[in-house]
């Protein structure tokens, strides 16, 4: 893992960089953000996708000076994902309106794409203990360090932190990434993809600084949080079916000795089943254990091919938008 946490003095003004910022009902911090986006990258163009907002969120935006838009399908993955169609950059820097990011450590995040030594960038909250220190919300703390485990276990990549909503990544990835869920999964759905199609990953500790006083989180711990759960178990399914139908066809053929091995004894002992039931049982779990398996072969055989498909994908889009 890719660690950098020295910015240049200036960013290449050959490149575009456009601020990605998710908005609903940020009225209370959105102008902060834009003015400080502004301030510290004033090459960049900062786009507001207000998300159905009642508090004059985006009017506010735009008298600060950003590019505003509209996104009328609720939730966070649904804005991210028409940002994502929407702008041509070379370089995109996405964060929450909520003022909890600083601006200042922008040019850190931006540093590796501009030196190519990564495709996606993440703002880490958690190593440097401020997010600890300004979060009061509970379970936020476990919840992230849950995925951060679930991930490291089916992917093999330990992420410092996983849900940050402070990013940045290239032009190839951005136009490559297919965002699949509607919500707070994006961010979710964004390390495990990075990871499973072998993007370069790298990781910058930032501050973190909880919502001013007025600003209210629009994250439900625990309805949010079992939709994160769903999208990993859902895209593991994706990925790595084999390890999925694998380990289900273990399961399976252990339970299935477990209810065969007594009646097998009895058998060797008696010559007789007395307890056809529970042969029947075994041979339907092992059986179903075969299939599983056979079930995981095969899907991986289709992963393996639309991995092929996604490379030569990846290959025209550098060949489209180029290496920055």
Same mark, same amino acid.
């Given at each position: =893992?890719?660690?950098? $946490? *020295?910015a240049?003095?200036?960013?290449?003004?050959a &490149?575009?960089v456009a601020?990605l910022?998710p908005?609903?009902?940020?009225?209370v911090t959105i102008?902060k953000v834009?003015?400080d +986006?502004?301030r510290v990258? /004033?090459?960049a163009t900062?786009?507001v996708?207000?998300?159905n907002? &009642?508090d004059?969120t985006?009017d506010?935006a735009r008298?600060?000076? @950003?590019?505003?838009?509209t996104?009328r399908r609720?939730g966070?993955?649904?804005v991210?994902r028409q940002m994502m169609r *929407?702008?041509?950059?070379?370089?995109?820097? =996405?964060v929450?309106g909520d003022?909890t990011?600083?601006?200042?450590?922008?040019?850190?995040?931006?540093?590796p794409?501009? @030196?190519? %030594?990564?495709? =996606?960038?993440v703002? *880490?909250?958690?190593?440097n203990? !401020?997010?600890?220190q300004?979060?009061?919300?509970?379970?936020?703390g476990f919840?992230?360090?849950?995925?951060?485990?679930?991930i490291?276990?089916?992917y093999?990549f330990e992420f410092?932190d996983v849900?940050?909503?402070y990013?940045?990544?290239? @032009? #190839?990835f951005a136009?490559?990434? /297919?965002?699949l869920?509607?919500? +707070?999964?994006i961010e979710?759905?964004l390390s495990?993809? @990075?990871?499973?199609?072998?993007w370069?990953?790298a990781e910058? /500790?930032i501050?973190?600084r909880d919502r001013?006083?007025?600003?209210?989180s629009k994250?439900?711990?625990?309805?949010d949080?079992m939709?994160v759960l769903?999208?990993?178990?859902?895209l +593991?399914?994706?990925y790595?079916p084999?390890?999925?139908f694998s380990w289900m $066809?273990?399961?399976?053929?252990v339970?299935?000795?477990? $209810?065969?091995?007594?009646?097998?004894? %009895? +058998?060797a002992?008696?010559?007789l089943?007395?307890?056809?039931?529970?042969?029947?049982?075994a041979v $339907?779990l092992?059986? #179903?254990?075969?299939?599983?398996?056979?079930?995981g072969l095969?899907l991986? !055989?289709? #992963?393996?091919?639309t991995r092929k %498909?996604y490379e030569?994908?990846?290959l025209k889009?550098?060949?489209?938008?180029?290496?920055?």
């Open positions: =893992m890719e660690q950098t $946490a *020295d240049p003095e200036t960013l290449e003004r &490149s575009r601020v910022v908005c609903y009902n940020e009225a102008g834009v003015d +986006f502004r990258l /004033p090459d900062v786009y996708y207000d998300n907002s &009642s004059g985006g506010i008298e600060h000076g @950003a590019v505003v838009r996104e609720q966070k993955g649904n991210v *929407d702008i041509d950059a070379d370089y995109y820097l =996405m929450d003022d990011y600083p601006a200042e450590a922008a040019p850190a995040l931006l540093a794409l501009l @030196a190519d %030594e990564a495709d =996606m960038v703002g *880490d909250r958690l190593s203990g !401020t997010y600890g300004e979060n009061d919300r509970a379970f936020h919840g992230n360090d849950l995925v951060r485990v679930l490291k276990w089916i093999g410092s849900m940050t909503g990013r940045a990544y290239n @032009a #190839v136009k490559t990434m /297919p965002v869920s509607p919500g +707070f999964e979710t759905e495990i993809h @990075a990871v499973d199609k072998r370069r990953i910058v /500790p501050d973190y001013p006083e007025g600003s209210e994250l439900s711990t625990f309805s949080g939709k769903l999208m990993i178990m859902s +593991f399914k994706d790595r084999l390890a999925l $066809a273990l399961l399976l053929c339970l299935g000795l477990v $209810a065969g091995v007594p009646v097998i004894w %009895e +058998f002992q008696t010559g089943v007395p307890k056809l039931p529970s042969a029947l049982l $339907a092992v059986f #179903v254990g075969v299939l599983s398996f056979s079930c095969i991986d !055989t289709v #992963v393996k091919g %498909e030569l994908e990846v889009a550098y060949e489209r938008y180029g290496r920055r």
